[in-house]
């Protein structure tokens, strides 16, 4: 075959809490990892949204970080990339498995020839995964994860290099209308800027309220934006985002934590015949409270934009290489971000996407 997928780790059931590192025993080229993970629900009260439970995901060569996320931003960046909905099934069902299967990309699709990790480039790459079982639902029983390689076998290429992808910066925001100065990387061209803007109940901008990039001390400014109108404009480049929620209802209600967090909209049908299914109030951000007029389950599908509070910032082209940002010329390159009103209360975080060449 020209391309295989292959198994770099079997399902594993991992420990509570710790860092499994798998070696990347691969000599060809590859185009995709794929990240299985699974979570087996204790209870009905869910404390956070299942990818909090991979705190961090990373692909290193020694001192060398090649990429590395938290769970949430690689849930996210699977739909920015490809602009399809990374597999995703929630739940609060005692005894069922909540799964995500989450991509990241080499290339600027699967099996791009041009762009693709050459792991044969490296000395030593390891997959690096951080994990806590309980951070989605404190009496969750086990978890497992199972990663995949989308290779490339037969079809021989020479990719000129591959997508890197890093959060930059976390912090927490500060008060209302204050400014966060953060420098930009300048040694590989950039693809796209990813800000996630994050507080339980609030919309993305709301925590990160306005992005302003300035080149050379203000010299040039080649994005200066308030959020909210970069959301309506991005979002009308992407399709919604769809998940599968089989959520276990009562009349006092359930808080849950669903993927999008803006223009979210819930759908679907009650098990219990003649229950009617309502929600706390609008907008649906997340965490929200639903509600059945009688004790249940439902089977919902969820809508929306903005993964996780993600908002991208895309340079050029994205199909098109030589349109993407080029900053290594440049001596400074700085972001600005404004805090909204959630004001201390949110998280901020920056990630990049560069084309490292080889």
Same mark, same amino acid.
């Not at 086990?142 to 990663?147: K, P, Q």
């Not at 390689?149 to 990719?159: L, N, Q, R, T, W």
């Not at 204050?178 to 990813?194: F, I, Q, W």
């Not at 299914?277 to 409270?289: A, D, F, I, N, Y």
């Given at each position: 075959?020209?391309?295989?997928?292959?198994?770099?780790?079997?399902?594993?059931?991992?420990?509570?809490?710790?860092?499994?590192?798998?070696d990347?025993?691969?000599?060809?080229?590859?185009?995709?990892?794929?990240?299985e993970?699974?979570?087996?629900?204790? /209870?009905? *009260?869910?404390?956070?949204?299942? !990818? %909090?439970?991979? =705190?961090?995901?990373? +692909?290193?060569?020694?001192? @060398?970080?090649?990429?590395?996320?938290?769970?949430?931003?690689?849930?996210?960046?699977?739909?920015?990339?490809?602009?399809?909905?990374?597999?995703?099934?929630l739940?609060?069902?005692?005894?069922?498995?909540e799964?995500?299967?989450?991509?990241?990309?080499?290339?600027r699709?699967?099996?791009?020839?041009?762009?693709?990790?050459?792991?044969?480039?490296?000395?030593?790459?390891?997959?690096?995964?951080?994990? /806590?079982l *309980?951070?989605?639902?404190?009496? !969750? %029983?086990?978890? =497992?994860?199972?990663? +995949?390689?989308?290779?490339? @076998?037969?079809?021989?290429?020479?990719?000129?290099?591959f997508?890197?992808?890093?959060?930059?910066?976390?912090?927490?925001?500060?008060?209302?209308g204050?400014?966060?100065?953060?420098?930009?990387?300048?040694?590989?061209?950039?693809?796209?800027?990813?800000?996630?803007?994050?507080?339980?109940?609030?919309?993305?901008?709301q925590?990160?309220?306005?992005?302003?990039?300035?080149e050379?001390?203000?010299?040039?400014?080649?994005?200066?934006?308030?959020?909210? !109108?970069?959301?309506?404009?991005?979002?009308? +480049?992407?399709?919604?985002?769809?998940?599968?929620?089989?959520a276990?209802?009562?009349?006092?209600?359930?808080?849950?934590?669903?993927?999008?967090?803006?223009?979210?909209?819930?759908?679907?049908?009650?098990?219990?015949a003649?229950?009617?299914?309502?929600?706390?109030?609008?907008?649906?951000?997340?965490p929200?409270?639903?509600?059945?007029?009688?004790?249940?389950?439902?089977?919902?599908?969820?809508?929306?934009?903005?993964?996780?509070?993600?908002?991208?910032?895309?340079?050029?082209?994205?199909?098109?290489?030589?349109?993407?940002?080029?900053?290594?010329?440049?001596?400074?390159?700085?972001?600005?971000?404004?805090?909204g009103?959630?004001?201390?209360?949110?998280?901020?975080?920056?990630?990049?996407?560069?084309m490292?060449?080889?």
């Amino acid at each position: 075959m020209k391309q295989r997928i292959t198994e770099v780790l079997p399902e594993t059931t991992l420990d509570a809490t710790g860092t499994k590192i798998i070696d990347l025993d691969l000599t060809d080229p590859v185009s995709m990892l794929l990240f299985e993970y699974k979570n087996t629900r204790g /209870s009905n *009260t869910n404390a956070a949204h299942i !990818a %909090s439970c991979l =705190t961090k995901v990373e +692909l290193i060569d020694g001192a @060398d970080v090649l990429f590395s996320l938290t769970g949430k931003q690689l849930h996210a960046l699977g739909y920015f990339d490809l602009g399809k909905t990374p597999y995703t099934f929630l739940t609060n069902a005692v005894g069922v498995m909540e799964i995500l299967a989450l991509q990241y990309h080499f290339g600027r699709s699967l099996w791009d020839t041009q762009l693709a990790l050459d792991p044969k480039r490296f000395r030593n790459p390891q997959i690096k995964v951080t994990f /806590s079982l *309980t951070a989605n639902d404190a009496s !969750a %029983s086990a978890h =497992t994860l199972r990663i +995949l390689g989308y290779v490339f @076998d037969e079809k021989a290429i020479s990719p000129m290099g591959f997508l890197m992808t890093k959060e930059l910066k976390a912090y927490d925001a500060g008060s209302e209308g204050s400014y966060e100065y953060t420098d930009l990387p300048t040694d590989h061209v950039m693809r796209k800027l990813l800000v996630q803007g994050y507080y339980a109940d609030y919309q993305p901008w709301q925590v990160a309220n306005e992005i302003r990039i300035s080149e050379e001390n203000d010299k040039k400014i080649p994005v200066d934006s308030k959020v909210s !109108a970069l959301m309506k404009a991005m979002n009308t +480049l992407y399709p919604k985002w769809h998940e599968m929620l089989y959520a276990v209802l009562t009349s006092g209600g359930a808080d849950f934590y669903w993927t999008p967090n803006f223009d979210v909209i819930v759908s679907g049908l009650s098990e219990t015949a003649g229950a009617v299914l309502s929600v706390e109030g609008q907008p649906l951000t997340s965490p929200k409270k639903l509600y059945s007029s009688s004790s249940g389950n439902a089977v919902l599908e969820v809508m929306g934009y903005n993964p996780h509070g993600v908002v991208p910032v895309l340079f050029g082209d994205q199909d098109d290489p030589a349109d993407w940002y080029d900053v290594t010329k440049l001596g400074s390159l700085k972001m600005r971000i404004k805090s909204g009103s959630a004001g201390t209360n949110g998280d901020i975080a920056i990630i990049t996407q560069q084309m490292r060449k080889v």
